[in-house]
């Protein structure tokens, strides 16, 4: 038995193809997005961290740059650790990433 396009759209498994094939298509979309955009996300999420302790702090700063080289300064001056670059873990992340 032939069936037309019009009756083949009233079955159950027109309906759960085309939601798999939608979410598979978004989900590839998603991920190709996510994988552009981890570097950035992991250094805001790390500028973040430092705002907040600056801001903690009661240390003023204009912009992200400013921030780094202050939260950079502060640990050479008041806890004497010297840093050619910034690394700072994320959180459940064990190795730091350069920031500066």
Do not use: W
């Amino acid at each position: 038995m032939k069936l037309n396009l019009l009756e083949y759209k009233d079955h159950k498994a027109y309906l759960v193809g085309f939601a798999v094939l939608v979410t598979f298509i978004f989900v590839l979309v998603l991920s190709f997005v996510n994988e552009l955009t981890k570097e950035q996300v992991k250094k805001n999420q790390e500028l973040f961290l430092i705002r907040a302790v600056l801001e903690s702090m009661q240390i003023p700063y204009q912009n992200d740059q400013e921030a780094l080289s202050l939260a950079k300064e502060y640990l050479a001056n008041q806890a004497g650790i010297v840093v050619e670059s910034l690394r700072l873990p994320l959180l459940g992340d064990s190795d730091g990433k350069v920031l500066v």
